[in-house]
């Protein structure tokens, strides 16, 4: 009777050591999933921060003077002064906008205009995107005359690429990524999904079905790098698909659907 008691007794301290342990092996993983969330959050409220002025730009109000001369130099439009604190871009479609409008030729009128790119940032607190201290100056100037204001940004959303950073947007970028998924859905689901059928409920089970299921699980854990530079090498280099295309890149997608979900 003792050795059973004693047997009891110490079959139940390794219990309650066990569950303590087990209990300490929860607090550590919720302790680990927090901290884990946590790092998410600040991490995606800061992307969040940094992507918000974004949809805002910054305009100018300037005095803009439609003469015959901007055809030729659409720099005279506007004050010598002010040719670093308004957009090129838009001092560049001046002359296009003439031409289609030629009834303005002759006069002048206070327009609001793009701002450039270093005046905006400015404006939008960051300093060392490379305006000088005679432009900050003329630009402190303006705001406190209240012909600088913050508009909402809708070019973002309707221009592309743009080597001026105020008139570049997303468009071009949304339609490639819509065209590419579109492009690697057609192309990875039906031969995916017959593939599959094929190989579970037709195919003899015999040697070339078992090789073909074991390179494909072998394949599915090449990087993703590997896929694009076999999309390079076959669809670019040797197919001749546009560089840059949709095409390329959705085929490329599509053989790396292909074997990771096989």
């Not at 790092?39 to 730009?57: H, K, R, Y």
């Not at 001046?94 to 701002?115: C, F, M, N, V």
């Not at 492009?183 to 094929?198: D, E, F, K, Q």
Request: net charge positive.
């Amino acid at each position: 009777m003792n050795k059973s008691h004693s047997f009891t007794g110490k079959k139940s301290a390794r219990q309650k050591q066990r569950e303590r342990a087990d209990k300490r092996f929860r607090w550590y993983g919720m302790a680990a999933l927090g901290l884990a969330m946590t790092f998410l959050v600040v991490f995606f409220i800061d992307i969040i921060g940094q992507a918000l002025p974004a949809f805002s730009q910054t305009e100018v109000q300037v005095s803009v003077s439609y003469n015959e001369d901007v055809l030729k130099n659409y720099n005279r439009a506007i004050d010598h002064k002010l040719r670093r604190i308004v957009s090129r871009g838009w001092l560049r479609e001046l002359p296009a906008y003439l031409k289609e409008h030629p009834e303005i030729i002759g006069t002048s009128e206070d327009r609001w205009i793009q701002a450039d790119t270093r005046v905006d940032q400015y404006i939008k607190g960051h300093e060392g995107h490379g305006l000088k201290s005679k432009y900050r100056k003329m630009v402190d100037a303006m705001k406190e005359e209240g012909r600088i204001r913050s508009v909402f940004n809708s070019d973002f959303f309707i221009t592309g690429d743009s080597k001026l950073a105020e008139n570049a947007g997303i468009l071009a970028a949304a339609i490639g990524s819509v065209f590419t998924l579109l492009i690697t859905m057609l192309v990875a689901v039906p031969i995916g999904v017959m593939t599959a059928i094929y190989l579970e409920e037709f195919a003899a089970d015999n040697r070339l079905t078992r090789l073909i299921e074991v390179n494909i699980n072998n394949l599915a854990a090449i990087p993703s790098i590997l896929y694009g530079l076999l999309g390079l090498a076959i669809f670019i280099n040797f197919m001749g698909v546009p560089r840059s295309s949709a095409l390329a890149g959705g085929l490329t997608l599509a053989l790396m659907t292909l074997h990771g979900g096989e």
